[in-house]
């Protein structure tokens, strides 16, 4: 007797045996839709992103108008990458959870408050996606049980973003603003104490008084652009699209499902009524 069946036996098969096969299908069908009605709907919002061109961080641009013309406001690849790495941080993480008290809306009991914030943590990275597109954009996008949670979500990480780019250059123009500052305090010293060292040669307190003023100059012109830098930070990126609330869930997809189950269950029917009319042969 042959081991294996040809396909006009598996036809044959399947066509006396098609009412066993469709009642198998058409139960789990029944089975799949009844746990589609009981399980949760998640809703999907998506928000777009643009990085910034981090040149426009330079302290010049808020001084001179026309050095905006030389830079592009958009970043590139490299721009995105760095913006995709900051969403791997778990303080944009921790700052969404706090925010939006997630402890409390995933109904976390835990007796340490600190294991119930990380919990709501790692339940709201299952629950958030950073993507790159072909387009140099970032999609942020959320799935929560309610459309208007996930869209704040969604536009509360896009906030962050942006303002912890801010904050990197806000901290470096501060920085910087205050090492001018008290180089102009030293030189101003400096300055002071010149006429007592230098007294008995009156060209050389010249030269190094004028020398000093001039560097003061340049010190006030450095501090003038940091201020305005500071009073007008370059944008951390653009929003091409803000989250809005869908109208209808993302998950599960029904149709998807359904098909899938119907795919599955009619393999597995078949290949049992092969298999235990093979072996019932043998």
């Excluded at 198998?24 to 589609?36: E, K, Q």
């Excluded at 250059?169 to 030189?187: D, F, G, P, R, S």
Aim: aromatic share 10%.
């Amino acid at each position: 007797m042959s081991d294996s069946f040809n396909l006009s036996d598996v036809l044959r098969m399947v066509g006396l045996h098609k009412f066993k096969i469709i009642t198998v299908v058409v139960l789990s069908l029944i089975i799949a839709s009844i746990t589609l009605l009981l399980v949760p709907k998640y809703y999907k919002a998506t928000a777009i992103v643009l990085p910034s061109n981090p040149e426009l961080a330079d302290k010049e641009r808020a001084a001179y108008n026309n050095l905006q013309r030389l830079y592009s406001y958009f970043g590139n690849n490299d721009d995105l990458d760095l913006l995709y790495g900051m969403t791997k941080l778990d303080t944009l993480y921790f700052r969404l959870t706090d925010s939006f008290n997630l402890v409390n809306y995933y109904a976390l009991n835990e007796m340490n408050a600190s294991v119930n914030r990380f919990k709501a943590k790692q339940l709201l990275k299952k629950n958030i996606e950073f993507k790159k597109n072909e387009n140099n954009q970032l999609e942020i996008s959320v799935w929560d049980k309610s459309n208007i949670k996930a869209t704040a979500i969604a536009n509360a990480a896009v906030l962050f973003l942006k303002q912890s780019e801010e904050s990197l250059w806000l901290n470096n123009y501060e920085k910087t603003y205050n090492a001018i500052k008290n180089q102009i305090i030293n030189l101003q010293q400096q300055l002071s104490l010149l006429p007592k060292q230098t007294n008995n040669n009156a060209n050389s307190q010249l030269i190094i008084e004028q020398a000093y003023l001039q560097q003061l100059v340049q010190y006030q012109k450095n501090l003038n652009d940091l201020q305005l830098a500071i009073q007008n930070v370059a944008p951390g990126l653009y929003v091409v699209q803000y989250a809005r609330p869908a109208v209808k869930p993302d998950k599960p997809k029904p149709l998807l499902v359904l098909v899938a189950v119907a795919c599955i269950s009619f393999v597995i029917a078949t290949s049992a009524v092969l298999l235990f009319y093979r072996n019932k042969r043998e």
